[in-house]
Nanobody, 123 residues
Framework: QVQLVESGGGLVQAGGSLRLSCAAS????????MGWFRQAPGKERDIVAS????????YYTNSVKGRFTISRDKAKNTVYLQMNSLKPEDTAVYFC????????????????WGQGTQVTVSS
């Protein structure tokens, strides 16, 4: 199993920035892809971005392209999500997760999840 701990959420005004971190421990060698998901109240949990551990290949959902950047520090077993130009519609609980599948966008293919961190963007 992989243990994941997110940090970096908070309250920010529209147009502001936040950086989320996800520290992984345990059987991290079994992870092929790290993903960031978000879930707003009453909505499904959707992919935001993902990155492969080895090659660093990235994926972004259309609504965050050009504003968010996912990166990883293999030495620290940590994945980051830099969020710029935040909008009120980005408000959600953000989760990181690991998958044994390459660049999957399906949350059902992610086996380990963090506890989530709240991001609130005020207008």
């Amino acid at each position: 199993q992989v243990q994941l701990v997110e940090s970096g959420g908070g309250l920010v005004q529209a147009g502001g920035s936040l950086r989320l971190s996800c520290a992984a421990s345990g059987r991290t060698f079994s992870s092929v892809t790290m993903g960031w998901f978000r879930q707003a109240p009453g909505k499904e949990r959707d992919i935001v971005a993902s990155i492969t551990w080895l090659g660093g290949s990235t994926y972004y959902t259309n609504s965050v392209k050009g504003r968010f950047t996912i990166s990883r520090d293999k030495a620290k077993n940590t994945v980051y999500l830099q969020m710029n130009s935040l909008k009120p519609e980005d408000t959600a609980v953000y989760f990181c997760a690991t998958s044994q599948y390459r660049s999957s966008t399906d949350p059902r293919r992610y086996g380990s999840w963090g506890q989530g961190t709240q991001v609130t963007v005020s207008s």
